[in-house]
Each structure stands twice: as structure tokens, then as C-alpha cells.
């Protein structure tokens, strides 16, 4: 198995791990090379006359066209398909149950953030939940040259040299208000989107100043089949009076991946069924389909008569029905609509022969109105309804936010947080059981307080992942709006803690996951070989310094690990055990699949232990090889021999 150094070649080396995040467009011409092979041109790229062939009449090629636009979109793309040399490092000591939580709150702009998602949390996340900046004059900051990075970030976090760059509020006097606005949403909506699942559903609060622009950047994200629902919140009682209309709505905003999405339903107030009889409560539902589009027309099936044989009633009184005339005395109803024409049933013959149409609690009863016609109906006992377009709840209104977050003791620290009550309605109707749901405008933190609420239910067990820009505040005691969100989490864990202090367990055993695991944006663990350097010698000694120790000072192994499973495609909150093998320490992700090894000083011994193990996948230091080609080369073959399909270093 041993080989001279000198006979080595390429092969026989391990693949360098990859430290970007997901390459976006790369990822887009595979695909679509995938779908159409005799596009691809000798160098491997897209001949754009060939796709046009092979699509047909379907391309326009029009100048004219219906769409959107506004300087900075191309932009746009060019920070969408930026690739993110970024990392999120643990931070145990700014979480709660770190080791078991499977909820997220990361501090860092969320356009890198999201970026770094890409691979671990592909089509993964049931719900996105978003209180973007609402564009009102000075709250959202942007950067004055246009460019997002994560340079961009380090500067406005005070981490690197600023370079004279400045951050600013987006005012109105600016020329650029709106444009910038959609530069800022874009690209994170296009991002976001690639996280959801194929069922996934996003609800955007927004008021009037970009509402109209909002609903352009969703429809060309998400299609215009993706359109789900516009909701009109009443945001508070008295309206803002200065205007000539007093305004007392917002909106959220609904669109999902799937055209044919359905939501859940929501819990009925408690009068909703205002009728009972011996088997409990009722509401009386007209069997007539009152929908236009159906009659008889085009469902002829279900149009027939039902017989309605007076004196006899159900125990409320109401008449009860057959199929069959009973006897000469019986009356012939057919649904007919208000106008007087031919409608049809809700149910069938079928459907109807097999309820109760007899019994003291008959299923399907008739009453008469007033000028003698009959009314059939049907008992309906179902205690859920869907989710109506306006919600004027007085527990969502903006102010109830407020008094929440004064009830945590931190209402004089952030202004206009969402009502959790608005929150949670948006995650009852979107997600069921252990659904992520994703907030990457956090603020101070109601989304996450919304999910630990719900899960307080037996059958829920959902997770969040927050992101919140460290954004600065003035305050001593909390620094920046991510540690509000932070220290407003932890509270409400704490009272809920505290709540369930000798209270029966209605959980079977099972306990609510009421933790969070604190991750923070900063730069790749690694340097990476930076080709706009000056050419001087000073210089590329640096840098051949950085590439020969290439782990950058103040790095700890836990900050390496997660760097390595986030860009391997693992969730944040994958299983890690830590074992010995071989005298030496590895890292053991999800039940043996991948096995990371830290160690600086690699050992052939160590080597045959980790492939004992039978891992699908390895990474190692390269630094640990201490350019010992050879012990590198037999690493590859010992790996192959048991079966490891990928083994890198970094």
C-alpha cells in the first residue's frame, strides 16, 4: 500500500474541501444543462440560440415585456451569486441547553446568513415568518457604496478596518428611497425562497409604502401561481388621525412554493356553534352549494329532490328529510338558488344515504322560511374554520405587542414589536407539528416567543430559526437588537419553566424543546488565498504564511466543526458525538455517516481506526499530514478500500 513520494500523482490526493457556500448559479446551469444536454457548448457553457430552439415559441424575445424593474436589480444577482467565504461560530455560553436544542438564533446580516443555509437547510423549512423594514425613512441601514458582502458586515460590526465606508438610514430625500428598498428585500426573497420546502409557505407583514413593491419582488420569486392570500390586519383601534383617512390596517402578505398549497384551519371561538342538541354542539350549514360556479349545469349528479315529511322532527324540533317520497303529504325541495335557478347539492345520494337522516340527532334536517319555502341543511359539528382575509382580533394589534414585551421587562428597549398572538396565528395556519419556521428579520425575538407557546400543546413540537443584525443600539445594558432578541427568549423560557413547576405532565414524558443554540457571523476559520493582494514581497510573504498555517488565530475546534458541517451540508443542529480512536479525538455526525478529525498530528493507526468505522464521508486537517505526502496518499487508498466515498481535506 506504501508508495514513493516520488511516484505520487493527483489521484492518489485527497479533494480539497470547499469552503464557499452554495454557488448558486452554478447550481441553476446544471440543472439546466441537465434538462437540455445539446446546449452545452465545447467549453462547458450555455448556447442561448440552442435553448431557444429547443423551447420553442414559449421564449419571448421581445424588448417590450411585462415585468419589473429598477436601477440596482442586476446588482441584485450579482450579490445572489456572490458565494459566502463566511462561517457561524458557537457561542454555548449565549444559549440555553446548547447540546439538545434543535432552535436556532444566529447573530449576522441575513443576506450572508441565508447564504450559508444554502446547503444544510435546502427545501427544509416549512414556514417563513418576516417583519421587514416597512421603508418609512430611516429604518433600515444601508451601505453607501451598494455592495453586500461580508465585508460589508465586518466594517459596520467594527470587526475590520472600515476603509472610510460609512452606513446610513435610507431617508426619503434620497433618489434612490424605493429602489433601495427592493435592492435590500431582493436578494434575501430570492435566498429565502430556496430554503423552503416544496409546500413551503412565506407570510411578509408590510403597510402601504412598499406594499405594491412587495407584491412585484414575491410575484417574480415565487411566480404569480405562488400568490396565496393578502390579509388586512387591523394594526390598531384610533388610527394614525394626522391623516386625511385615518389608517388603522397592514397587510401580510402569503405566497407559498406550491400553487395548490393547503393551509390548516383555525379553532372556532367558542359561540361559533350557537346550536345543540343531546350529542353536543351544532351549527346548520345550508346543504345547497352557494357557490356559482357549480349548478346544475355542470353537476348534474347532484341534482334530485329531497322530501321533507312534516310533523315528523329531529329533538331541536327541525323537520327531518328523505330520498324517497314517504307519503302524499311529503314536500319536494331542489337547491335552487337566490334568483330561482337551477343550483345543486353540496352532497350526494350517496353521501346522504349514508348519515342519519332519522334519528333524534339527525345529520340533515330542513326548517321553513318565512314565505313558506324550505331551507335543508346540514349539522355541522366541525369546531374549525379557515382563515379569513381580515383579522381585527383586538390580541393582534400592534400595542398588544408592546404590553408583551413590558411584561418581560424589556418594553423600553424596542419599539413596535409584532403582537405574538399575530405570529402565532400566522404558524397555526402554516405549519403542524416539528415544521421549522424561519424569521430572518428577528427584532426582538416575537416569532421565536410565538413557537415556545404553541409547543406548550401536546402535538407541537416546532422549531425556529431566528436571524438578527447585530444592529446597535445605545443602550448599555443591551447593546444591539440581537441581544435583545436574545435576552427576551430567555426570558420567556424561564416563565414557561416556571409555569410548569407542578403542573401534571399532559406530554407523555415528552419535554417542550425550550432552548436555543446562539451562533454568530464572522469570517472562514480558514484563510484562503486572497489574488487581489498587492505584488510586493511583503505581501506575498504574508500570505504565504496565512496559506501554510491557514487556521486563523483564536480559532477553537468547535468553531472548525460547525464551519465544517454547515459547508458539508449538515444542519446546525445535526448529532455530534465526540470519541477516541487510536489515542486521538474524532467527531462522530449522525450515527457514524461522517467522521471530522481535528487532530494537527494524523497517525497511520489513526488513519485504519476512522476507516474501520466505515464512514460515507471523512475530513481531516491537512495540516495535520505535516506535508507528509506519502502518510496522505495511503490515507486515500485505506478510505477506499472501506468504502468512504468522499474523503477531503481543508
Known sequence: MNQPASKL??????????????????????????????????????????????????????????GMNWPGKAECFKTIQAPSLGTLRPCPDE????????????????????????????????????????????????????????????????????????????????????????????????LARNLLRDDGVVCVSIDDTEFSNLRSVLTEVFGEDGFVSVVVIQSNKRGQTYKEIAKTHEYLVIYSRDPDISLFELEKADDSLPFRDSKGPFDLWELRNRNPKFGRHNRPNLFFPIYIAPPRTDECGYSLVSLTKTNEFCVQVFPRNSAGQDSCWRWSTDKIKGEDLTGPCAVVVAKQKRDGEWNVYEKSRKSTTKAKSLWTETEVISEQGTVELGELGLAPFFEHPKPVALVEKCVRVCTEGDDVILDFVAGSGTTAHAVLDLNRQPDSSRKFILVQLPETTGNKEYRTIADICKERVRRVIKRLNDDDVGKLDMNGGRKPDRGFRVFKLDQSNFTTWDAGIKHDAEALERQLEFHIEHIRDGRTDDDILYELLLKSGYPLTVPVEKQTLAGKTVYNVAEGLFIICLERELTLDLIRAIAERKPERVVLLDVGFAGNDQLKANAVQTFKTKGVTSFKTV
Open 95 to 190: 444559549s440555553v441547553n446548547f447540546g439538545t436544542t434543535e432552535n436556532l438564533i444566529i447573530e449576522g446580516d441575513n443576506l450572508e446568513v441565508l447564504k450559508l443555509l444554502q446547503k444544510s437547510y435546502l427545501g427544509k423549512v416549512k414556514m417563513i415568518y418576516i417583519d421587514p423594514p416597512y421603508n418609512t425613512g430611516n429604518d433600515f441601514i444601508y451601505p453607501d457604496n451598494y455592495t453586500e458582502s461580508l465585508q460589508t458586515y465586518l466594517e459596520y460590526t467594527g470587526q475590520v478596518d472600515t476603509e472610510g465606508k460609512k452606513f446610513g438610514t435610507n431617508t426619503e430625500a434620497d433618489g434612490r428611497f424605493h429602489s433601495k428598498w427592493l435592492n435590500m428585500m431582493y436578494p434575501r426573497m430570492y
Open 9 to 66: 500523482n493527483q489521484s492518489d490526493m485527497p479533494e480539497t474541501f470547499d469552503l464557499r457556500s452554495q454557488d448558486i448559479a452554478e447550481d441553476k446551469r446544471q440543472e439546466i444543462l441537465r434538462l437540455f444536454p445539446e446546449i452545452r457548448t465545447e467549453g462547458g457553457k450555455i448556447d442561448l440560440e440552442r435553448l431557444k430552439l429547443a423551447l420553442g415559441e414559449v421564449v419571448d424575445v421581445g424588448r417590450e415585456r411585462y
